[in-house]
C-alpha cells in the first residue's frame, strides 16, 4: 500500500495535533483505518503525507463515568465498547449499535470515532449517538504559543453531508464523546435492517431513546437513517410521544411522522425509497417497544443482532 | 522506513519496514510467514485474521506499525505454542488436529484465519456454543463453505483445550471425525472417511499457493486492463512506462510471437488486445517491473486512446438484428437446440398449461485464492509456468501456442488451488508471465488482486428461461418447452458447453414425452462466462423447478407426488433420448427428503401465532451428467509406482481445487494394492510429471481420474503379483495383497521387498493407465449423451419476516445420489459446501454488471454466505452404482448446487405466497409484493 509517506503514533492530543500541523493539510487522523484505508486504496480519497494514529493516545482511548455523565473516547473500539458493563446499562444503543458494525475483525480495530468522523447518515455508533444526543469534544492545532483548543460540540453539528464532516481531520480531531447516562425510568434500544446482497450498507437503522415517568413518556429520542444527507432526528414523532401514555396503536401514526420527515431515497442496488417507508414502522415499532420495556422494567441487557 | 519491534509468536521480533506497509505484508513478504492469506485486501474476508494482543483482526488492513510493541501470533505459532504448553513435540494444536481429523480443510486457503479467529474465540471461551462461533466467525468466509464442519472442530477442539487447561484427561471430549450421513459398508479403503494427505500442510501453514513461492530476482508483474467495455483501440503508447525507473518490460499485442488468442474451445480471446477491446476486463498491456509498486504505476503511465463502441448489455439485445457486433462472426455464439416427440402434440394433450419466464444473474465464484502465475526460465531453458489451474495441459498447449513453442518446451507445474468452482479453467496470467519471463529472462510473478480477479475472469451465465410446460389432470406430464438466453459475455470460453448443459437439463430429471428447447448462448460486452459449479443447470433447475411447484398447485397435487410421478427411470428416455440403463437414484433420494420433512414436526418451533414471520419447506430435485459427454473423448491418465520403503505415489494431472480429489485417487491406489493409505503419496498436475487426466470440470475427476488410478495400480499389483508368483513359483492368483504386504502360501513379502525385486529383474514397479470413459454421442444423435448421471433431492425450511421481507433459510435436507462414496468425509464436504453455495445464489450473491461495466467489483459488494447463513443440514446418500464407475462412484462436485435455490424459492412461495421469478430474492421486492398483494416477483 504506497498511499502515504510517514505513520505516527502520538501518545497525547498535543502531539498528534503538532503532526497535524507540521504538515500543514496534508496529513489526517487515522484511527482503525477501516474506513479510510479502504477510501485511499479503493481511490476514493486521495492519498496522504502522513497518518497520524490517535489509538495510542489515553484521553482517546478511555470510557469513563462521571457522575450523570458517560465519556466515550474517540478511540475506543466498538469491541470495547460492547464489553463495556457500565454503557450495557447507561447506553445499550450504543452496545447494540457499536455490536453490528462488520464483524469482530474490524470491531477490534474500528473505532467510534471513525464512525462519527466518517459521517455516514447512517452510521450505526452515529446514529446511537444522536439518540443519546451526545456531544463531542474537538481539539484543535493550536495558533502559536497558544495551547490546543478543546471544545464541545453537539453531535449533530459534526455532519456536513454524506461521508462529509464537520470535523477537519487534518487539522482537527474528536478527543471523546459524552452523553447523559440513563436515568430512572429513562433506556434506549437501537435495530437496523441490513440486506444479504448488493452493497454492504444498511438499508436502515433506527435507535430510540424514552424516559418513561408515571407510566408516561415523559420525552423520547429518535434517530434515523440514512434518512436524508446526515442523520435525522426525527423531531415530529418525539414530540407526538412527549407526554403520552405508552401504547403500541400509536406506532403506525407516529411512523407517519417519521416518514413524513424523513428524506427516504432510493440507492441503487440497495433499497428503494418505497421499502425504506415500509421498514420505518417495523423498525420504529421494534426499536421504542424495547426502549419502552427497558425504561418500565429497569433492565436493560443489550441483543445480540440476528441479522446475518 | 521504520523499525517495528513486537513480539511474533512469542519470539521478539524487529524487523525494517515500510511507514506504509501493511501487518499482512510484513508477515508474508518480508518475514517470509506465507500462512497468513490475503484474499481481498479489503476487511471482507477474513482470510488474513491473525491475533494481536489475543483479538483477530484483518491483517491486510492493519498498518504493521499499528503492531509496535504487540504480541501478534499467526498459524504459524499455533503448534509451538501448544508444544510448550503441553510439553509434547510432535502435537498440533486442538485446533489443528480437529480440522484435520474432522475435514475442514477443502482448498485450505480460509484455514489460517480460520483457525486464528477461533484461536481467539477458544483463548477467551474454550466452551462456547453455536451462536458464541457464528458470531465470532460472521467475517471469516469459507468459499468452500464446510461450515457445519468448521463449526464442530471447533466446539470439539474448545473441549480439548479446557481439559488441557483444568487438567482433566478430556476423554469426555466429542470425537473429532464429524457425524457423517451412513453409507454402504465400506472395503479395505474404500468408505471409510479419511483425512487428506495436504490437510496437515493446510492447517500449519506450510500449504503454498502460487503467490507463496519467491525466486530470487523475481519481478512483479501487472495487467493494464481496458476499463471500457467496447471499444477501438486508437492509439497504444507504452514510452512513459517503459521508461520509469525499475521497470524492465512492457508488452502489447505485438509481443506476443504466436498465435494472437487463446480459448478452451474457440481461439477468440486476444492474450493482450490489439485492435479492439470488447469488455472492461480485457487485457490490453502487461508490465514486468522491480516491485509490485513500481509495476502499479506504470500502469498508470501507459497511454491508450480509445474509440467508444455501443454496448451489446444483454443476450436479448445481442440477438436483435440491428444490435451492434461484439465479434466479426456475429454476436451468436450458439444455437442449441433439443427437440424429442411434437410439442405441439404435448400441449393440445394437456389439460393445463403454464409459462413463465425466469432471470438469473450473473454468479462469481469468490475463490478466496486470487488468481496468480509465476513464469520462468528452467535450466534447460524451458518456460515454466507455476499455477493453479483446473487444467494444466491445457494451459501448456495454450501458452506454447501464443509464444510460438512447440508444447514440450513448456512446463506447467500446478501449486495448491485456494478454490476454482470452474473459474480458474481459462487463461488468467499463464501466458503474460510466460511471455515476460522470456522476455527478461527473470521470474516473474502476476498476482492479481480482488478487484481485477472480479472484474477479470469468467462468471457463471447470466440467463432468462421461458418455460412452458403441459399436462394431464392427474399430473402426467405431456411437454415441455423452454426458450434460454444466455450471456456469455465477450469471449466464448466455455458458453457453449455450459448452455448447452442447461439446455439438456432444461425440463428436470423426468421423463416428458414431448420436448423443444431452444437455447441462444450470445456474445454480449460483459465479462464472459464460463464454467461455474452446475454448468448451467443451476440456473435451468431454477427454472424449471419452480414450474414444477407452480404446476401442483394449478393442478392441487402433492409437488412430491407430482414430482415423483413424472422421474426419470431406469429403462426411461432423457430429452435427448438418451435410454438410462442404470443408476437412476432419484426416486429414492426424493422419498428419502419427503420422508424427512414429514419426520419433523411442522409446528416445532413454528414461531407464534401473533408473530409476523412465517415457516415453511420447499422442495425440489436436480440431476446433473458426470463428465464431459456430447461425444467429446474423455480421458484420464494416471501413473502409479512403488518404492523400495513400501510405499507408492501416484501421479495425474487432475486439479485439486478443493474437491477432496487427493484423497480419491490415493484411496483407489491404497485399496488396490492392498497398501494403507497414509504410505500413498499423490503427485498432482506437474506436466513433466504426470499424466494428462484433462480438465477438472463436469464432476468428472472422481470417475476418470478415480478410475485411471484404480487401474493403474491394478496393473502394477498384477505385475508385482507376476514378479512374485515367478520368484516364489506361486499363481499369481493365489497372491493376496493386504497390509502392505504380498500374502500367499503363509509367506508375507512386504511391498518394499517386491518393488526391489521387480528392480533387480529389471522391471520397474511402476504403471501407467490411460482411462476412456465410455463413449458417448454428440447432442441431436439421440444416444448416450453423457455416460453417468448424479441426483439430488433437497428440501429448505426458511422463515420469512413480513414487515421486513427478510428470509432465513432454518434447515436443510438432501439426499444425493452420487454411486459409491469414496471418502464419505470430503463427500459430505463437498455435498454441504455445493449447497452452501446454491443458497448464496438464492439469497445472497449477485453480480452486477451495467452497460458493461461491474458494479460489483470489490469483494465488499458480492456478499457470499458466511457461517451465519449456513444452517444445519440433514444429509443422506443414496449409492446406486455405475457399473462403469470406481467402486461404482459417479460426481458429486456440482449436483450438490444445484436444487438448493428453487428449494428455498419455493419454501419462500411456501411461507409467504410470493413466487420469486428472479434470484437472487431480493427482500425489498418481496415486501412490497407482499405489501401489493402481489403473488410474483419478476
Ligand atoms: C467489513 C466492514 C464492515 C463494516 N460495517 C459497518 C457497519 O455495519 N456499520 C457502520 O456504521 N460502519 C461499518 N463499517 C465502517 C467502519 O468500520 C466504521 O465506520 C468504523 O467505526 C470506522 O472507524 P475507524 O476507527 O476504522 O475509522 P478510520 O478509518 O480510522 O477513520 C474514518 C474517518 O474518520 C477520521 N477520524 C478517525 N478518528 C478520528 C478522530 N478521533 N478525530 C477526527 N477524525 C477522525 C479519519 O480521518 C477518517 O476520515 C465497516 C467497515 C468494514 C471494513
Ligand atoms: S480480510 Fe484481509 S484479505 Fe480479506
Ligand atoms: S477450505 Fe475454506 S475456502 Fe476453501
Given at each position: 500500500?504506497?498511499?502515504?509517506?510517514?505513520?505516527?503514533?502520538?501518545?497525547?492530543?498535543?502531539?498528534?495535533?503538532?503532526?497535524?500541523?507540521?504538515?500543514?493539510?496534508?496529513?489526517?487522523?487515522?484511527?482503525?483505518?477501516?474506513?479510510?484505508?479502504?477510501?485511499?486504496?479503493?481511490?476514493?480519497?486521495?492519498?496522504?503525507?502522513?497518518?497520524?494514529?490517535?489509538?495510542?493516545?489515553?484521553?482517546?482511548?478511555?470510557?469513563?463515568?462521571?457522575?450523570?455523565?458517560?465519556?466515550?473516547?474517540?478511540?475506543?473500539?466498538?469491541?470495547?465498547?460492547?464489553?463495556?458493563?457500565?454503557?450495557?446499562?447507561?447506553?445499550?444503543?450504543?452496545?447494540?449499535?457499536?455490536?453490528?458494525?462488520?464483524?469482530?475483525?474490524?470491531?477490534?480495530?474500528?473505532?467510534?470515532?471513525?464512525?462519527?468522523?466518517?459521517?455516514?447518515?447512517?452510521?450505526?455508533?452515529?446514529?446511537?449517538?444522536?439518540a443519546?444526543?451526545?456531544?463531542?469534544?474537538?481539539?484543535?492545532?493550536?495558533?502559536?504559543?497558544?495551547?490546543?483548543?478543546?471544545?464541545?460540540?453537539?453531535?449533530?453539528?459534526?455532519?456536513?453531508?454524506?461521508?462529509?464532516?464537520?470535523?477537519?481531520?487534518?487539522?482537527?480531531?474528536?478527543?471523546?464523546?459524552?452523553?447523559?447516562?440513563?436515568?430512572?425510568?429513562?433506556a434506549?434500544a437501537f435495530k437496523?435492517v441490513?440486506?444479504?446482497?448488493?452493497?454492504?450498507?444498511?438499508?436502515l437503522?433506527l435507535a430510540a431513546w424514552v424516559?418513561v415517568?408515571?407510566?408516561v413518556i415523559?420525552?423520547a429520542r429518535i434517530a434515523v437513517?440514512?434518512?436524508?444527507?446526515?442523520?435525522?432526528?426525527a423531531r415530529r414523532a418525539e414530540a407526538a410521544l412527549a407526554g403520552q401514555a405508552w401504547t403500541p396503536e400509536a406506532l403506525p401514526a407516529l411512523a407517519d411522522l417519521v416518514v413524513e420527515e424523513a428524506?427516504?431515497?432510493?440507492?441503487?442496488?440497495?433499497?428503494?425509497?418505497?421499502?425504506r417507508r415500509e421498514l420505518i414502522l417495523p423498525l420504529l415499532s421494534r426499536a421504542l417497544t424495547l426502549a419502552v420495556r427497558r425504561a418500565v422494567?429497569?433492565?436493560?441487557?443489550?441483543?445480540?443482532?440476528?441479522?446475518? | 522506513?521504520?523499525?517495528?519491534?513486537?513480539?511474533?509468536?512469542?519470539?521478539?521480533?524487529?524487523?525494517?519496514?515500510?511507514?506504509?506497509?501493511?501487518?499482512?505484508?510484513?508477515?508474508?513478504?518480508?518475514?517470509?510467514?506465507?500462512?497468513?492469506?490475503?484474499?481481498?485486501?479489503?476487511?471482507?474476508?477474513?482470510?488474513?485474521?491473525?491475533?494481536?494482543?489475543?483479538?483477530?483482526?484483518?491483517?491486510?488492513?492493519?498498518?504493521?506499525?499499528?503492531?509496535?510493541?504487540?504480541?501478534?501470533?499467526?498459524?504459524?505459532?499455533?503448534?509451538?505454542?501448544?508444544?510448550?504448553?503441553?510439553?509434547?513435540?510432535?502435537?498440533?494444536?486442538?485446533?489443528?488436529?480437529?480440522?484435520?481429523?474432522?475435514?475442514?480443510?477443502?482448498?485450505?486457503?480460509?484455514?489460517?484465519?480460520?483457525?486464528?479467529?477461533?484461536?481467539?474465540?477458544?483463548?477467551?471461551?474454550?466452551?462456547?456454543?453455536?451462536?458464541?462461533?457464528?458470531?465470532?466467525?460472521?467475517?471469516?468466509?469459507?468459499?468452500?463453505?464446510?461450515?457445519?464442519?468448521?463449526?464442530?472442530?471447533?466446539?470439539?477442539?474448545?473441549?480439548?483445550?479446557?481439559?488441557?487447561?483444568?487438567?482433566?484427561?478430556?476423554?469426555?471430549?466429542?470425537?473429532?471425525?464429524?457425524?457423517?450421513?451412513?453409507?454402504?459398508?465400506?472395503?479395505?479403503?474404500?468408505?471409510?472417511?479419511?483425512?487428506?494427505?495436504?490437510?496437515?500442510?493446510?492447517?500449519?501453514?506450510?500449504?503454498?499457493?502460487?503467490?507463496?513461492?519467491?525466486?530470487?530476482?523475481?519481478?512483479?508483474?501487472?495487467?493494464?486492463?481496458?476499463?471500457?467495455?467496447?471499444?477501438?483501440?486508437?492509439?497504444?503508447?507504452?514510452?512513459?512506462?517503459?521508461?520509469?525507473?525499475?521497470?524492465?518490460?512492457?508488452?502489447?499485442?505485438?509481443?506476443?510471437?504466436?498465435?494472437?488468442?487463446?480459448?478452451?474451445?474457440?481461439?477468440?480471446?486476444?492474450?493482450?488486445?490489439?485492435?479492439?477491446?470488447?469488455?472492461?476486463?480485457?487485457?490490453?498491456?502487461?508490465?514486468?517491473?522491480?516491485?509490485?509498486?513500481?509495476?502499479?504505476?506504470?500502469?498508470?503511465?501507459?497511454?491508450?486512446?480509445?474509440?467508444?463502441?455501443?454496448?451489446?448489455?444483454?443476450?436479448?439485445?445481442?440477438?436483435?438484428?440491428?444490435?451492434?457486433?461484439?465479434?466479426?462472426?456475429?454476436?451468436?455464439?450458439?444455437?442449441?437446440?433439443?427437440?424429442?416427440?411434437?410439442?405441439?402434440?404435448?400441449?393440445?394433450?394437456?389439460?393445463?398449461?403454464?409459462?413463465?419466464?425466469?432471470?438469473?444473474?450473473?454468479?462469481?465464484?469468490?475463490?478466496?485464492?486470487?488468481?496468480?502465475?509465476?513464469?520462468?526460465?528452467?535450466?534447460?531453458?524451458?518456460?515454466?509456468?507455476?499455477?493453479?489451474?483446473?487444467?494444466?495441459?491445457?494451459?501448456?498447449?495454450?501458452?506454447?501456442?501464443?509464444?510460438?513453442?512447440?508444447?514440450?518446451?513448456?512446463?506447467?507445474?500446478?501449486?495448491?488451488?485456494?478454490?476454482?468452482?470452474?473459474?480458474?479453467?481459462?487463461?488468467?496470467?499463464?501466458?503474460?508471465?510466460?511471455?515476460?519471463?522470456?522476455?527478461?529472462?527473470?521470474?516473474?510473478?502476476?498476482?492479481?488482486?480482488?478487484?481485477?480477479?472480479?472484474?477479470?475472469?469468467?462468471?457463471?451465465?447470466?440467463?432468462?428461461?421461458?418455460?412452458?410446460?403441459?399436462?394431464?389432470?392427474?399430473?402426467?406430464?405431456?411437454?415441455?418447452?423452454?426458450?434460454?438466453?444466455?450471456?456469455?459475455?465477450?469471449?466464448?470460453?466455455?458458453?457453449?458447453?455450459?448452455?448447452?448443459?442447461?439446455?439438456?437439463?432444461?425440463?428436470?430429471?423426468?421423463?416428458?414425452?414431448?420436448?423443444?428447447?431452444?437455447?441462444?448462448?450470445?456474445?454480449?460486452?460483459?465479462?464472459?462466462?464460463?464454467?461455474?459449479?452446475?454448468?448451467?443447470?443451476?440456473?435451468?433447475?431454477?427454472?424449471?423447478?419452480?414450474?414444477?411447484?407452480?404446476?401442483?398447485?394449478?393442478?392441487?397435487?402433492?409437488?412430491?407426488?407430482?414430482?415423483?410421478?413424472?422421474?426419470?427411470?431406469?429403462?426411461?428416455?432423457?430429452?435427448?433420448?438418451?435410454?438410462?440403463?442404470?443408476?437412476?437414484?432419484?426416486?429414492?433420494?426424493?422419498?428419502?427428503?419427503?420422508?424427512?420433512?414429514?419426520?419433523?414436526?411442522?409446528?416445532?418451533?413454528?414461531?407464534?401465532?401473533a408473530s409476523r414471520?412465517?415457516?415453511?419447506?420447499?422442495?425440489?430435485?436436480?440431476?446433473?451428467?458426470?463428465?464431459?459427454?456430447?461425444?467429446?473423448?474423455?480421458?484420464?491418465?494416471?501413473?502409479?509406482?512403488?518404492?523400495?520403503?513400501?510405499?507408492?505415489?501416484?501421479?495425474?494431472?487432475?486439479?485439486?481445487?478443493?474437491?477432496?480429489?487427493?484423497?480419491?485417487?490415493?484411496?483407489?491406489?491404497?485399496?488396490?494394492?492392498?497398501?494403507?493409505?497414509?504410505?500413498?503419496?499423490?503427485?498432482?498436475?506437474?506436466?513433466?510429471?504426470?499424466?494428462?487426466?484433462?480438465?477438472?470440470?463436469?464432476?468428472?475427476?472422481?470417475?476418470?481420474?478415480?478410475?485411471?488410478?484404480?487401474?493403474?495400480?491394478?496393473?502394477?499389483?498384477?505385475?508385482?503379483?507376476?514378479?512374485?508368483?515367478?520368484?516364489?513359483?506361486?499363481?499369481?492368483?493365489?497372491?493376496?495383497?493386504?497390509?502392505?504386504?504380498?500374502?500367499?502360501?503363509?509367506?508375507?513379502?512386504?511391498?518394499?521387498?517386491?518393488?526391489?525385486?521387480?528392480?533387480?529383474?529389471?522391471?520397474?514397479?511402476?504403471?501407467?493407465?490411460?482411462?476412456?470413459?465410455?463413449?458417448?454421442?454428440?447432442?441431436?444423435?439421440?444416444?448416450?449423451?453423457?455416460?453417468?448421471?448424479?441426483?439430488?433431492?433437497?428440501?429448505?425450511?426458511?422463515?420469512?419476516d413480513l414487515d421486513t421481507?427478510?428470509?432465513?433459510?432454518?434447515?436443510?435436507?438432501?439426499?444425493?445420489?452420487?454411486?459409491?462414496?469414496?471418502?464419505?468425509?470430503?463427500?459430505?464436504?463437498?455435498?454441504?459446501?455445493?449447497?452452501?453455495?446454491?443458497?448464496?445464489?438464492?439469497?445472497?450473491?449477485?453480480?452486477?454488471?451495467?452497460?458493461?461495466?461491474?458494479?460489483?467489483?470489490?469483494?465488499?459488494?458480492?456478499?457470499?454466505?458466511?457461517?451465519?447463513?449456513?444452517?444445519?443440514?440433514?444429509?443422506?446418500?443414496?449409492?446406486?452404482?455405475?457399473?462403469?464407475?470406481?467402486?461404482?462412484?459417479?460426481?458429486?462436485?456440482?449436483?450438490?448446487?444445484?436444487?438448493?435455490?428453487?428449494?428455498?424459492?419455493?419454501?419462500?412461495?411456501?411461507?409467504?405466497?410470493?413466487?420469486?421469478?428472479?434470484?437472487?430474492?431480493?427482500?425489498?421486492?418481496?415486501?412490497?409484493?407482499?405489501k401489493?398483494?402481489?403473488?410474483?416477483?419478476?
Amino acid at each position: 500500500m504506497a498511499h502515504w509517506q510517514h505513520y505516527y503514533q502520538p501518545t497525547s492530543v498535543g502531539e498528534a495535533l503538532t503532526h497535524l500541523q507540521h504538515h500543514s493539510g496534508a496529513a489526517r487522523v487515522i484511527a482503525g483505518g477501516t474506513d479510510l484505508l479502504l477510501e485511499i486504496q479503493q481511490g476514493h480519497r486521495p492519498p496522504v503525507a502522513a497518518l497520524v494514529d490517535v489509538t495510542r493516545i489515553p484521553d482517546l482511548v478511555t470510557v469513563a463515568r462521571d457522575g450523570d455523565w458517560c465519556y466515550v473516547g474517540a478511540g475506543v473500539t466498538h469491541t470495547a465498547i460492547v464489553a463495556s458493563a457500565e454503557l450495557a446499562q447507561a447506553a445499550t444503543c450504543l452496545v447494540e449499535s457499536c455490536g453490528v458494525i462488520g464483524g469482530p475483525q474490524v470491531r477490534n480495530v474500528a473505532t467510534l470515532g471513525g464512525n462519527v468522523a466518517h459521517a455516514l447518515p447512517a452510521g450505526d455508533g452515529t446514529l446511537s449517538l444522536v439518540a443519546l444526543d451526545a456531544e463531542a469534544e474537538i481539539a484543535q492545532a493550536p495558533g502559536a504559543g497558544q495551547t490546543p483548543a478543546r471544545q464541545w460540540r453537539p453531535i449533530l453539528d459534526l455532519y456536513r453531508g454524506p461521508g462529509q464532516s464537520a470535523v477537519d481531520a487534518s487539522r482537527e480531531l474528536i478527543v471523546r464523546f459524552r452523553f447523559r447516562a440513563a436515568g430512572p425510568g429513562e433506556a434506549t434500544a437501537f435495530k437496523r435492517v441490513m440486506r444479504p446482497q448488493g452493497v454492504a450498507l444498511p438499508i436502515l437503522g433506527l435507535a430510540a431513546w424514552v424516559s418513561v415517568q408515571a407510566g408516561v413518556i415523559a420525552a423520547a429520542r429518535i434517530a434515523v437513517g440514512p434518512a436524508g444527507p446526515t442523520p435525522m432526528r426525527a423531531r415530529r414523532a418525539e414530540a407526538a410521544l412527549a407526554g403520552q401514555a405508552w401504547t403500541p396503536e400509536a406506532l403506525p401514526a407516529l411512523a407517519d411522522l417519521v416518514v413524513e420527515e424523513a428524506r427516504l431515497r432510493t440507492s441503487p442496488h440497495r433499497a428503494t425509497a418505497e421499502y425504506r417507508r415500509e421498514l420505518i414502522l417495523p423498525l420504529l415499532s421494534r426499536a421504542l417497544t424495547l426502549a419502552v420495556r427497558r425504561a418500565v422494567t429497569a433492565t436493560s441487557a443489550p441483543e445480540a443482532a440476528e441479522e446475518a | 522506513m521504520s523499525t517495528l519491534t513486537f513480539t511474533l509468536n512469542d519470539a521478539p521480533t524487529t524487523v525494517e519496514v515500510r511507514d506504509n506497509e501493511t501487518l499482512a505484508e510484513v508477515l508474508r513478504y518480508r518475514l517470509g510467514l506465507t500462512g497468513t492469506k490475503i484474499g481481498c485486501n479489503e476487511a471482507e474476508c477474513g482470510a488474513c485474521s491473525v491475533l494481536v494482543n489475543g483479538l483477530p483482526i484483518d491483517s491486510c488492513l492493519y498498518p504493521a506499525l499499528k503492531a509496535q510493541g504487540a504480541s501478534v501470533q499467526t498459524v504459524e505459532g499455533l503448534a509451538p505454542e501448544w508444544r510448550r504448553a503441553t510439553g509434547d513435540p510432535a502435537a498440533l494444536h486442538p485446533l489443528q488436529e480437529a480440522f484435520v481429523q474432522g475435514g475442514v480443510p477443502q482448498c485450505g486457503f480460509c484455514i489460517p484465519g480460520v483457525l486464528m479467529t477461533a484461536k481467539g474465540l477458544l483463548d477467551r471461551n474454550p466452551t462456547p456454543s453455536d451462536a458464541d462461533v457464528r458470531a465470532a466467525l460472521k467475517d471469516t468466509y469459507c468459499r468452500c463453505a464446510g461450515y457445519s464442519f468448521i463449526l464442530h472442530a471447533i466446539q470439539a477442539a474448545g473441549e480439548r483445550v479446557q481439559a488441557q487447561r483444568t487438567g482433566t484427561n478430556g476423554a469426555a471430549a466429542q470425537p473429532l471425525l464429524p457425524a457423517l450421513p451412513a453409507t454402504q459398508p465400506p472395503l479395505n479403503v474404500i468408505g471409510r472417511p479419511l483425512p487428506r494427505p495436504d490437510a496437515v500442510d493446510k492447517v500449519t501453514g506450510a500449504a503454498r499457493y502460487t503467490d507463496d513461492y519467491v525466486f530470487p530476482g523475481m519481478l512483479h508483474a501487472r495487467t493494464l486492463r481496458a476499463g471500457v467495455p467496447h471499444a477501438r483501440i486508437k492509439r497504444l503508447d507504452t514510452a512513459r512506462a517503459k521508461a520509469l525507473p525499475g521497470v524492465v518490460a512492457v508488452l502489447t499485442a505485438a509481443d506476443v510471437p504466436g498465435e494472437k488468442n487463446h480459448g478452451l474451445v474457440v481461439q477468440d480471446w486476444p492474450a493482450l488486445c490489439a485492435d479492439k477491446v470488447r469488455y472492461v476486463g480485457d487485457a490490453v498491456a502487461v508490465v514486468a517491473a522491480e516491485t509490485r509498486e513500481i509495476a502499479s504505476a506504470a500502469l498508470g503511465l501507459i497511454e491508450v486512446e480509445y474509440e467508444a463502441l455501443p454496448v451489446v448489455s444483454d443476450p436479448v439485445q445481442a440477438r436483435r438484428p440491428d444490435a451492434p457486433t461484439v465479434h466479426a462472426t456475429g454476436n451468436l455464439l450458439k444455437h442449441i437446440k433439443v427437440r424429442k416427440g411434437d410439442v405441439a402434440q404435448g400441449f393440445a394433450e394437456a389439460d393445463v398449461i403454464l409459462e413463465r419466464t425466469y432471470h438469473t444473474p450473473f454468479y462469481e465464484h469468490a475463490f478466496l485464492e486470487p488468481e496468480c502465475a509465476i513464469g520462468r526460465i528452467a535450466e534447460d531453458g524451458r518456460v515454466e509456468v507455476i499455477v493453479g489451474s483446473q487444467i494444466p495441459y491445457q494451459d501448456r498447449s495454450q501458452i506454447a501456442r501464443c509464444l510460438g513453442l512447440p508444447d514440450d518446451q513448456v512446463r506447467v507445474i500446478g501449486a495448491l488451488i485456494g478454490g476454482g468452482f470452474g473459474g480458474k479453467e481459462d487463461i488468467a496470467g499463464q501466458i503474460h508471465v510466460a511471455l515476460l519471463a522470456r522476455v527478461t529472462g527473470r521470474p516473474v510473478k502476476m498476482l492479481y488482486d480482488r478487484h481485477e480477479s472480479l472484474v477479470f475472469h469468467p462468471k457463471r451465465h447470466a440467463t432468462q428461461i421461458r418455460v412452458k410446460v403441459g399436462a394431464k389432470r392427474d399430473g402426467t406430464l405431456t411437454a415441455v418447452e423452454t426458450e434460454l438466453y444466455g450471456d456469455s459475455g465477450a469471449y466464448a470460453s466455455l458458453g457453449e458447453k455450459v448452455m448447452t448443459r442447461a439446455t439438456t437439463h432444461s425440463a428436470g430429471p423426468y421423463e416428458v414425452p414431448h420436448v423443444r428447447a431452444d437455447c441462444y448462448a450470445m456474445y454480449t460486452n460483459n465479462p464472459p462466462a464460463g464454467a461455474f459449479r452446475g454448468f448451467g443447470v443451476t440456473q435451468s433447475a431454477f427454472a424449471v423447478e419452480s414450474t414444477m411447484d407452480l404446476l401442483a398447485e394449478t393442478l392441487g397435487l402433492d409437488p412430491v407426488a407430482l414430482r415423483r410421478q413424472n422421474l426419470l427411470r431406469v429403462g426411461g428416455v432423457t430429452n435427448t433420448g438418451q435410454v438410462l440403463r442404470e443408476s437412476v437414484g432419484i426416486t429414492r433420494c426424493l422419498d428419502l427428503v419427503a420422508d424427512e420433512i414429514k419426520r419433523r414436526p411442522a409446528a416445532a418451533g413454528q414461531p407464534a401465532a401473533a408473530s409476523r414471520k412465517r415457516r415453511a419447506w420447499g422442495l425440489a430435485l436436480g440431476y446433473k451428467n458426470t463428465g464431459l459427454g456430447g461425444g467429446a473423448p474423455d480421458k484420464a491418465g494416471a501413473e502409479v509406482e512403488l518404492y523400495t520403503d513400501g510405499t507408492a505415489e501416484v501421479r495425474t494431472s487432475a486439479a485439486e481445487i478443493g474437491q477432496g480429489l487427493v484423497t480419491v485417487v490415493q484411496m483407489c491406489t491404497a485399496e488396490e494394492l492392498g497398501l494403507p493409505p497414509a504410505r500413498v503419496r499423490v503427485l498432482l498436475s506437474d506436466t513433466d510429471r504426470t499424466p494428462d487426466a484433462g480438465p477438472t470440470t463436469a464432476s468428472r475427476q472422481t470417475f476418470v481420474t478415480g478410475n485411471a488410478a484404480r487401474l493403474a495400480a491394478r496393473t502394477l499389483r498384477q505385475a508385482v503379483a507376476a514378479t512374485l508368483a515367478e520368484r516364489f513359483d506361486q499363481q499369481p492368483d493365489n497372491i493376496r495383497f493386504e497390509e502392505g504386504l504380498a500374502r500367499f502360501d503363509g509367506q508375507a513379502v512386504p511391498l518394499g521387498e517386491a518393488a526391489q525385486l521387480m528392480q533387480q529383474e529389471g522391471r520397474m514397479p511402476r504403471a501407467v493407465y490411460e482411462y476412456w470413459a465410455p463413449a458417448t454421442q454428440p447432442l441431436g444423435t439421440g444416444g448416450d449423451m453423457h455416460f453417468a448421471f448424479s441426483y439430488a433431492a433437497q428440501a429448505a425450511e426458511v422463515e420469512v419476516d413480513l414487515d421486513t421481507g427478510e428470509v432465513k433459510v432454518l434447515h436443510l435436507i438432501a439426499a444425493h445420489d452420487i454411486g459409491r462414496a469414496i471418502n464419505p468425509l470430503a463427500l459430505q464436504g463437498q455435498i454441504e459446501g455445493g449447497m452452501i453455495m446454491g443458497l448464496g445464489n438464492a439469497l445472497t450473491e449477485e453480480f452486477i454488471v451495467e452497460q458493461g461495466r461491474v458494479v460489483t467489483d470489490v469483494l465488499a459488494r458480492y456478499k457470499m454466505p458466511s457461517i451465519r447463513h449456513a444452517p444445519p443440514i440433514t444429509s443422506f446418500i443414496v449409492e446406486d452404482a455405475v457399473e462403469a464407475g470406481p467402486y461404482g462412484a459417479k460426481g458429486v462436485g456440482e449436483i450438490a448446487s444445484i436444487p438448493t435455490t428453487p428449494a428455498i424459492t419455493n419454501a419462500i412461495y411456501n411461507a409467504c405466497g410470493v413466487r420469486v421469478l428472479k434470484t437472487p430474492v431480493d427482500q425489498d421486492q418481496l415486501l412490497l409484493a407482499l405489501k401489493r398483494g402481489d403473488r410474483e416477483v419478476a
